[in-house]
């Protein structure tokens, strides 16, 4: 069954220290997607990055970028440059590959929550 | 103007009242969706509208109700909630389902109703 893990429930980073959060997948399907969203303690998710699983090189967004390793079957979030605002809880998820048209929906790991340390 | 307006933001009821939560997005998507946000969980998907028809009901019980009046305006129909339904309840938007993976699966999400039920 298509699942997300996310081993790491809390970490801690410096200010101004890079970070990577983890996230493995399972899926037997070639074709998917992976997304990871930020969700501070005001309650909304906000969409940070997108991996698709037949892109050529490792999707970057600003000071995220995604370590995508096809063959481990992980999709780690790298923050460079940490900031206070990045304390928040992270979510990593996958499209339902059994899902298409008008029936997609994604799954969802448990979280990491990060704190920033000034 | 925030992309999607969820109210009220926090919502204490009894197991035997009606309440309702709206959700607004000004986004101009065709998609919307009900999420429930638990402790220990990973995202639930309830329900996802499409073009104002709902493609989605994952197996919610009756006590929740979905209404979806027009593209950009989503209702949750509570009643006979349970102590167990106490969460944060997320609505989101994306566009619309037939779209290229990344379009369709992007979501856009409120700040979501934290509910209690007593």
């Known amino acids: 069954a298509q699942k997300i893990t996310q081993t790491q429930p809390g970490m801690f980073v410096q200010e101004k220290e890079a970070v990577t959060l983890d996230c493995t997948y399972d899926?037997?399907?070639?074709?998917?997607?992976l997304f990871w969203y930020k969700q501070p303690s005001s309650g909304e998710m906000i969409f940070l990055i997108y991996?698709?699983?037949?892109d050529q090189q490792n999707a970057t967004e600003g000071r995220y970028s995604l370590n995508f390793q096809k063959a481990r079957k992980s999709a780690n979030l790298v923050i460079s440059a940490s900031q206070l605002g990045d304390s928040a809880m992270y979510f990593c998820?996958?499209?339902?590959?059994?899902?298409?048209?008008?029936?997609?929906?994604?799954?969802w790991g448990l979280g990491t929550s990060l704190a920033v340390n000034p | 103007e925030t992309g999607v307006t969820q109210t009220p933001r926090h919502l204490v009821m009894g197991m035997t009242n009606k309440k309702s939560l709206k959700c607004e997005q000004h986004?101009?998507?065709?998609?919307m969706y009900w999420y429930k946000q638990s402790a220990k969980k990973p995202l639930e998907l309830m329900f996802v509208?499409?073009?104002?028809?709902?493609?989605e009901n994952n197996s919610v019980p009756s006590r929740f109700s979905p209404e979806c009046p027009n593209s950009s305006h989503l209702f949750l129909h509570l009643h006979t909630l349970q102590p167990e339904d106490s969460a944060l309840y997320l609505c989101?938007?994306?566009?619309?389902?037939?779209?290229?993976?990344?379009?369709?699966?992007?979501?856009?999400f409120g700040s979501g109703t934290q509910l209690s039920v007593l």
């Open positions: 989101a938007s994306s566009q619309a389902l037939d779209r290229p993976r990344l379009e369709a699966e992007k979501l856009f």
């Open positions: 986004l101009g998507h065709n998609a």
């Open positions: 509208y499409s073009l104002e028809e709902r493609v």
């Open positions: 899926t037997s399907d070639p074709s998917y997607g």
């Open positions: 991996q698709g699983s037949y």
């Open positions: 998820a996958m499209s339902d590959p059994r899902d298409a048209g008008n029936n997609r929906k994604l799954i």
